[in-house]
């Protein structure tokens, strides 16, 4: 049990001390500030100011918060230790979107709850909001990576985070709340210590049962990590990884195509490349093992981490319905070809193609025309599977969600765009191997300008860039670039 005795506990708490290495009271493990931090609310924000609020206690980090769509740097905050934080905007940005960075310096501590110490802290953390209250924890660095990817930036270190706007976050936000739930939200408590969690527990308050479970559902989330990945520090472990993870929109144990940066595959996923199974009934079930076993594991480290602050006698109630609560969604009973996606873990990305035998005018092979990539809307994107950064010696294609394509080719580039016209269609030359030839085209121009891209079981073979006067082409008439990425 981390739960100490109480007369020990009441000490510390009138001296304004918490001892957090178990066992010991080293100086190098104790927090520093003298007051508990403030459960920050929206209410507790005065006009024309940030709060800024921190799932734990946090040492020697830096905040800088910027102007978002201009880059312009406004205010820096420097070394500072604590969970909560108010500071004033100048009046001229406080209606601008802001961008807030959190960078740990060498020496950053975090406080682990799970251990009761303070431990090494050492991923940044990146949050885009109005002004108000702002939460810095893992579910706001996970929509910003997924926000940069949706931008077509798929490479982070040279992404300009400025191009990120408020369909990219809505989209974002979507995509990992559904793939973790409603976690780690602001009303998640600071936690300092041992004792922060004690005035969690509840009787027949429907609000408090809300704020109960969704803090011991984060912590499961930490928990299910420091088990699955023992390491020192978890906490950053976890975001570093999941965040990577989340580039695709999905928690798969996959990343967005091409993806450089290293990581932690958390699950194993199967990713489906057969059209004829986009319906979510078959997504369902080829995905229910993932999701069912990380959202077990889950509710397994949430209860864990509740009996080991003693709830199942602190707070009896508050915990019998914590291990009543839903971690895992069911899916729907009614079968969807353009809603796939149930909620939680596991990979529902669109296969590339289509099912239907209908020809396009002049078509020499079955043809799906009018492609989409908006995802805003109702419908669905027909290239999601495909979205992503290929990169070979010589040249580079990047596919970006929202239909920019883009192909480089030592100092030419390419340029063209998915919008639901006629030259943008994909013709199927062999359903035996999901093979397609996908055209991507500039049709008002004379001799309508194609980027080309072959795909085979639902991976991009090649790309090419030129011009055709067929409306259909499966070969360019004039080949101004060519890219081979197999």
């Known amino acids: 049990m981390l739960k100490r ?37 929206e209410a507790d924000i005065p006009n024309g100011q940030l709060g800024i609020k921190l799932p734990f206690y946090t040492e020697n980090v830096d905040f800088e918060i910027y102007e978002h769509n201009s880059n312009t740097l406004i205010k820096t905050i420097d070394n500072f230790s604590g969970a909560d934080i108010v500071t004033t905007i100048p009046a001229e940005y406080s209606r601008q979107l802001l961008r807030i960075v959190m960078t740990p310096r060498d020496n950053a501590r975090v406080y682990d709850v799970l ?15 109005n002004i108000g209250l702002v939460v810095m924890g893992p579910m706001q660095e996970f929509i910003y990576q997924r926000a940069l990817m949706l931008t077509g930036q798929f490479v982070l270190e040279t992404a300009d985070p400025s191009l990120i706007q408020n369909k990219h976050l809505s989209l974002a936000q979507s995509d990992v709340n559904r793939s973790l739930g409603n976690i780690f939200t602001a009303n998640f408590p600071s936690i300092w210590h041992e004792t922060s969690l004690s005035g969690l527990g509840y009787i027949q308050d429907n609000a408090k049962k809300v704020t109960y479970q969704m803090t011991y559902h984060s912590l499961g989330h930490l928990k299910r990590w420091s088990i699955a990945h023992p390491s020192n520090p978890y906490y950053s472990d976890f975001i570093q990884n999941i965040a990577v993870d989340l580039r695709d929109g999905y928690l798969d144990g996959k990343s967005i195509n091409g993806n450089q940066t290293p990581f932690i595959a958390t699950l194993q996923t199967t990713r489906n490349i057969d ?3 986009n319906n979510s009934i078959d997504y369902a079930a080829l995905q229910k093992s993932a999701r069912e076993n990380y959202g077990n594991e889950v509710k397994a480290g949430a209860i864990e981490v509740a009996l080991s602050f003693s709830e199942s006698q602190l707070n009896p109630t508050a915990f019998k319905e914590l291990t009543n609560s839903t971690v895992i969604t069911q899916p729907s009973p009614i079968n969807s070809t353009t809603q796939l996606r149930t909620n939680g873990a596991g990979d529902y990305t669109r296969a590339f193609g289509f099912t239907h035998s209908a020809y396009c005018s002049n078509s020499n092979y079955p043809c799906l025309q009018g492609m989409n990539a908006d995802t805003t809307s109702s419908t669905y994107s027909d290239i999601e ?17 929202l239909g920019q394509i883009t192909l480089s080719v030592g ?6 765009q998915v919008n639901n016209d006629t030259t943008d269609h994909a013709l199927r030359i062999s359903s035996n191997n999901h093979r397609y030839i996908w055209n991507i085209g500039s049709g008002e121009s004379y001799s309508p300008f194609y980027i080309q891209i072959h795909v085979t079981n639902g991976k991009i073979q090649q790309a090419f860039a030129g011009h055709s006067t067929q409306p259909y082409p499966t070969q360019l008439e004039e080949e101004l670039a060519y890219c081979q990425f197999t």
Do not use: E, W
């Not at 251990?115 to 909001?129: A, D, E, G, M, Y």
């Not at 495909?386 to 970006?400: D, E, H, M, S």
């Not at 100092?411 to 063209?416: G, H, M, V």
């Open 115 to 129: 251990q009761n110490k303070l431990v090494t802290f050492n991923t940044p953390i990146h949050s885009i909001s």
């Open 275 to 277: 059209p004829a199974k």
């Open 385 to 401: 599977a495909l979205v992503g950064y290929y990169q070979t010696p010589t040249c580079t294609l990047n596919v970006a969600p």
């Open 411 to 416: 100092d030419r580039i390419y340029f063209s």
């Open 5 to 41: 005795p109480f007369l020990q506990t009441a000490l510390m708490s009138l001296l304004g001390l918490s001892l957090i290495s178990c066992g010991g009271d080293s100086a190098t493990d104790r927090i520093s500030n003298n007051q508990p931090p403030r459960d920050l609310t």
